[in-house]
C-alpha cells in the first residue's frame, strides 16, 4: 500500500490566536517530551568536561546547552515537516500539529529557520572551528528526515546528528579536535542507534505498512542480536575513552552501572512490544546521566 506524500488539510476551525497556537507550536518542537533533550545533553556535557578536563568555561557550558535544545528542537520541527507524509499512518505520531494540519507546513519551516539561526548566532560567539563545524551539524539537521526513505539506517545517521556536538565541544574548548574527541563521537554514534533502534521497533509495523525504512526493518528477527552487538560497542568504545583520557575508578563504576542500566532494557523489550520497546528508549536518558556523572565525579572527586 503506498500512500500521497503530502500535508493533510488544515482542520475547519485552526487555532488563530497566538494562546491558542503556543500549545502546538510547544508540542511541535517536543517541549512536552524532554527526553530527546537529555539524549542530545549528556554527550554534549561529556565532551565538554573531557575537553576542559573538568568543569568547562560557564559561557561555553551555557552556549552550547541552550544550542541543545535549540538543535534538537529544530531536528523536531523538520523531521515531522518531512514526514507529514508519514505521521498521519503512525499510531505514535498521527496527532502530531503537521500530521492534523493544525500546523501548517510554512509555519514549521520559519520556526524551524529561526531556531537554527538563534542557534547560529549562539556559535558565533566561540571560535572559528567551531563555526565551521556548526555548518556541517546544521546541514545533518536538516537531511537526517529524509533518511527512513532511501536507506534502512537513518539510526547510524542520527549517531551521527547527535553526535556532532562532540567535536564543536572540543574545538570551543580546546581549539581543536583531538583523537579522543572522535573515539567519543564513535561511542555516541553507536549509543544513539541502539536507542533509536528501540524507537524504531515501536514504529516497525506501521512504518512496514507505509513504506518507510528503519534498522528495525533491517535487522528483522535478528534485532536483539544486532542490539547487543551495538551496545557491546558502545561500552567498548567508552572503556577506550576512559582509559585514553585516565578515568579512574569513579568512571568505571559509572560503566558498570550504565551495563546494568542497558541489561534491564533488553529484558524490558524482550517481547518486542511496542510498550517494552519505548521503555527501554526512554531509559537510555539514566545511561547517559550516570556516564555523565562518572565524568564529573573523575575530576571532581580525583
Known amino acids: 500500500m503506498s500512500y500521497e506524500r503530502h500535508a493533510p488539510p488544515l482542520p475547519d476551525r485552526a487555532p488563530k490566536t497566538w494562546r491558542e497556537r503556543w500549545p502546538l507550536y510547544w508540542q511541535l518542537v517536543r517541549g512536552d517530551r524532554p527526553v530527546g533533550i537529555l539524549l542530545l545533553l549528556w554527550p554534549t556535557w561529556w565532551a565538554l568536561w573531557l575537553a576542559a578536563d573538568g568543569v568547562p568555561p560557564l559561557g561555553t557550558l551555557l552556549i552550547f546547552t541552550a544550542g541543545v ?51 547560529f548566532g549562539l556559535v558565533l560567539l566561540t571560535n572559528r572551528l567551531t563555526v565551521a563545524l556548526s555548518v556541517a551539524a546544521a546541514l545533518l539537521a536538516a537531511t537526517y528526515p529524509l533518511l527512513k526513505r532511501y536507506t534502512y539506517l537513518p539510526q547510524v545517521y542520527l549517531g551521527i546528528a547527535f553526535g556532532w556536538g562532540i567535536p564543536m565541544a572540543f574545538a570551543a574548548v580546546q ?41 528495525a526493518i533491517l535487522f528483522g528477527d535478528a534485532d536483539l542480536i544486532a542490539q547487543g552487538v551495538i551496545y557491546a560497542g558502545f561500552f567498548w568504545a567508552m572503556w577506550l575513552v576512559g582509559a585514553r583520557a585516565g578515568l579512574g575508578l569513579h568512571y568505571q563504576a559509572a560503566l558498570g552501572v550504565a551495563l546494568v542500566l542497558v541489561a534491564v532494557q533488553f529484558w524490558m523489550a524482550r517481547g518486542r512490544d511496542r510498550a517494552g520497546c519505548f521503555r527501554a528508549f526512554l531509559a537510555n536518558q539514566w545511561v547517559g546521566l550516570v556516564v555523565f556523572v562518572g565524568i564529573a565525579a573523575h575530576y571532581a572527586l580525583g
Open 69 to 119: 535544545w535549540l538543535t534538537r528542537s529544530a531536528g523536531c520541527v523538520i523531521n515531522d515537516y518531512n514526514d507529514r507524509w508519514l505521521d498521519p499512518h503512525v499510531e505514535r505520531t498521527k496527532a502530531r500539529p503537521l500530521a492534523t494540519g493544525a500546523v501548517s507546513p510554512r509555519e514549521a519551516l520559519v520556526l524551524f529557520a529561526v531556531m537554527m539561526l538563534v542557534a
Open 175 to 215: 581549539g581543536s579536535v583531538p583523537p579522543i574527541a572522535w573515539l567519543l563521537f564513535l561511542g555516541n554514534l553507536l549509543w544513539t542507534t541502539g536507542y533509536d533502534t528501540w524507537y524504531a521497533m515501536v514504529d516497525r509495523e506501521d512504518d512496514l505498512r507505509v513504506g518507510s525504512k528503519s534498522t
